[in-house]
């Protein structure tokens, strides 16, 4: 079986195009009530010119069939005078080179070749014409009929939980937050029929102020139907959904089509705390909803591949899914393709995060292949990024950037401490990626740009008597302001000292008087931070009562901002829409991974798990387990106050642990490494059991 | 009627776009025995994601309707949560500024909004969210259902000279070279019918090895017919086709639409030889059937948008048609979008003849506005062939490059001196758009380059024994190689001094030692320069052999390469195929550009003919009479041995001629410049009569 797979054809097509294509689509699905409201930025596009090629050596003659998305000519040798569009051809014996042109602009330009021994693969180069011979993209598209311009997420079918009548007409519920094509069965009479939608009940009974809508005439409709079911064009986010029909039009029962990604749960988490237990499975959830063609910010009203929140649902991925498909597509789409007029999503932090999210990838998966392949357009990227430095070498928005940082009330002019610290990151990525690469030249610049960097932004915002780095600093002087944000990402990157860090966290984080974060992405950083502080405890209390509060408001997933001062409906607006909030963000799924990684305590020390650390932490819980998936295979926890038990199925572990007695194992070495703190080597296939004291 | 017209709405895109996408279709267009053949370069595509703004002020409130190409969204005042897709709104009064968003990923997004005072045109502003606001582009498009994306050329019927029978097949014989859609009429009966088509008679009677070729099935194109005729969808080029039908498919006779642009035939020219009459006449036919969507190379191959034909196409347009259409529609095409990876058509020298050929376009049109709407992309394509200089400070092809020069006998490796001469010229061409545009430290720099780089070429090319500049230069040694080419560039551009320009006519030029060119394409700048040179004579005569040769063979249009010492048939091929010759290729049209040029005389001395030079020449001709465009208006020219009469109807020029006495004008004041050089000035309106001798 594995020799057939290994010989099977695909679509192959211009690497890198299959998501840009596919980013352009999803980019423009974004309605506002009904009327379209495409991103606000560039979208990139598909090559739609472009050329394969592959060398053969045949001992005999070989029959080949090609199909193509696009309009395809084939020649041999070089001889393009004579081509061919036939769909099968006999190859010649012999050593020959196959040329396959393809035009396509509608969709992406693809390809399939299926022979005995000749397969369209990503052993085929292919080119746009730009002196690029490039390994051929593909993904799984393995059939002539599985047309890689015909993808599209699975659908389930799903029933409301409960129909009421609402003013004279149907208010369905179907239960918590969902994502799909609403359908109506056996439709009959003719009129029109609106489609009011709601994340909350409020947002469904506002005609006037809801945020997606749709629309129909039952006529039109029923000529569309299937077997008696007419499906709406577009799927939205809802979970009620209120039906104003004219007089006369009439259906049997409205359901849905769920659309998803199906993804695997591969991690785990119960534990003493139920509460707790209910906010992870609704982290899963929220954040599988975002899960899409990419990461979505929200599934109600963007829809958009935003680069920042991005950054966050790939973490989270890896403590869940560790789907990197949905990775690896959104990371190629948000890129696009040079030149480079605009940051990513327009936000120079966005472009910045785009850096860190592949070094994040790269550390997680151990691949490659694809910094290799995306290494080009990391280059020019960062060299766009670099341009524009002020006089003293720190980044700056330009007039037409948008520097975002939080939605606060932050004054984010001049440099801006944030994107100082996360820039240093990035050049440090870029330093990790050249160095695999192999240009040690490129390797050593961006090490001494990311040092000069770190350097400079410690000595000219650092402020010693507030304990932290200051907001921003214009026209060459710092101004007072003190926030959380550069502070945050400053420990998590490790670039503070041990006093340092220690004043961070009592000046700043802990402390009152610095303005509160209040999105679930600031959140998200913030509360990883104190993690890495050892304030576990303090961490699960703000679990809690932070994610705690939004299940208590009724949330069945995870919000795109949080303010427990509110009142009443006031929670659902945002962006002056009385329904503007998303009740379905991406980055609200935060607790995956602070889960994950800082109480079940897993972290990869070497790329692809090769090695990794687990540093359980009951954080105040009673007892945990739970399970993190370490690339194919998985490190399973289980931890009370007096046991461990830790089981991999892969690589090489480092287990630490806190014991106020000495610990006992009778499966391996217990280590004292002073403090209380014991460490064991964790190996492969076998499981540890630990007694110790919390 | 004029206010009419200035409030008519137009149809909006973002500017450059839709030559952009036209030709992105018109590239893929080529076909090679009924195979698809698209060019073989990148070829760029349309934004899909675009937004138009407006600002106004009103009395009143005010109804407008709108419509798009794509799915569009108009909101006001940047309320982009409440946006509307209705055809018709209605505009609040005050001021406002009007937003649209369009998105279309098939074609090209466009715009159209049509009210009592406000009107879509190009006052309103586009942008691709890369922070470029611009004036939006717009053309002749000002009805709702006159859509871009329909943009079709024109299209009269034409019926075949004669019908003959060869080998049981009909063979039509159109009387000349032409192009369009071959129609059959009442199709009766089932079966195959297959259409070989032939710009000579041999090729139409070869169906193994013609060049274009067509098919269809009876049944399907009765089903395509329209008032019982079946246009085949693709058009050809052709004069002759050849019509092999399965038995019993019968048609009652076969005609087609000729498709062309309704250019007007603005200049004029008569003599006294008719040969040379006829070889005018042909020569505008066939500029005219390569004038299209773009200046194409040659209508029955390529069908391609080359720079380097073009470059030659614009100036015998400039001499004919006037038509600035399809040459706007041209530079945008070839000049496409950033970044840049290879040059255009691939080839170094045509990036570099796109700047003269945008300088020429201000030269005979004083257009600045296009040149202000290409100049950001002219500055990134100079960046880009400077980036190519190598040590010495000389441009090289890189290996992906092709330095074409000429369909010869040469080697272009290293510095190739044409390339030098050429960039030379292209700088100089952006110094002076830099100094329209107003930036003077960018004038100043491309000055210097250019002077830097004409002297160096001078300093390493020149050649005092022989007489000329050599070749090209590898590894800091310039070869022993002496060709016409780079002598024909310096003389044009004015780069050689008195006693260099005679060495070279001397030398080179006239040398028969000194490789012959073979190309219409090449020949070209070749005539021109004996031209220049005062050789009216000589070029005269070569122009009655060389076209008139072609004539004689039996031409109905000039060819891509004429050899006479070729056989028969042989003059068919080219690119290793027996048909591979174009016989309709664009630059076999330079008779145009020389007679109106050198003969009739007429060149423009500043920008958009204000004011220009009347310089005729008999060049051994008893008599001539002739009109050149001058923009809107044009001169005309009549003059045999004793008399010449001069008429214009715009600008100021200045009638130049040689006398061997001294000549009379009643209507004005004859200048004597010694040498039997007289001059007189010539006002718009007026009519010119002189005595002189020749």
Known sequence: MASQDKNKATWIWYPGDFEIRLHEKMSAKRTARGVAYPAYWQL?????????????????????????????????????????????????????EIMVSVFNDTEMPALYVAGHSIQSDSSWEVTSYQNDWLPAGFWKFDAPENRPSAFRLAVTPQEPVSVMDQEGHPLLDFGKETFGYLRFHNLSGNGSVNVYFGESITEALSPDECVTLDAFEAEEARRLQEDGVFTLEEPKAFRYAWIHADPGVTWEHVSMLYEYVPVQYRSSFDCSDPKLNDIYTMSLYTLHLNTREFFLDGIKRDRWVWSGDAYQAFLMNYYSFFDLDVTRRTLVALRGKDPLAMHLNTIVDYSLYWFISLYDYYLYTGDFTFIRQNYDR???????????????????????????????????????????????????????????????????????????????????????????????RVDGETKPILTKHANMFAMTYGYLSEVQRSSVIRQVMLNPEVPQIRTPYMRFHELAVLCDSGEHDFVRKEMLSYWGGMMDLGATSFWEEYDPSLADDEHYGMYGMPFGKSLCHAWGAGPIYLIGKYYLGITPASPGYETYRIRPNLGGLQHMQGTVPIGEGQVTVKMDLSSIRVESTNGSGLLTFASSSLPECPDAEVRAMGNNIYEITVEAGKLYRITYEA
Chains 1, 2 share one sequence.
Not at 54 to 76: H, K, P
Request: charged content about 25%.
């Open 44 to 96: 990139d596009r598909h090559y739609s010119n472009i050329k394969f090629r592959y060398a053969y050596e045949l001992e005999q003659e070989e029959e080949i069939t090609i199909e193509a998305e696009g309009v395809f000519s084939l020649y041999l040798d070089g001889k393009d005078n004579y081509r061919t569009n036939r769909s099968s051809i006999t190859l010649p014996a012999g050593r020959h």
């Open 378 to 472: 990391a280059v020019t990227l960062m060299e766009f990024c670099l341009n524009q430095r002020n006089e003293e070498g720190f980044i700056e928005g330009r007039p037409q950037d948008w520097v975002f940082v939080d939605w606060a009330d932050l004054t984010n002019t001049g440099a801006v401490s944030t994107l100082q610290i996360l820039l240093a990151r990035s050049l440090e990525a870029m330093g990790a990626f050249s160095d695999l690469i192999g240009d040690k030249k490129a390797a050593s610049t961006y090490g001494r740009l990311a040092a000069e960097l770190k350097e400079k932004t410690m000595a000219l915002f650092w402020d010693n008597e507030r304990g932290g780095l200051l907001h921003h």
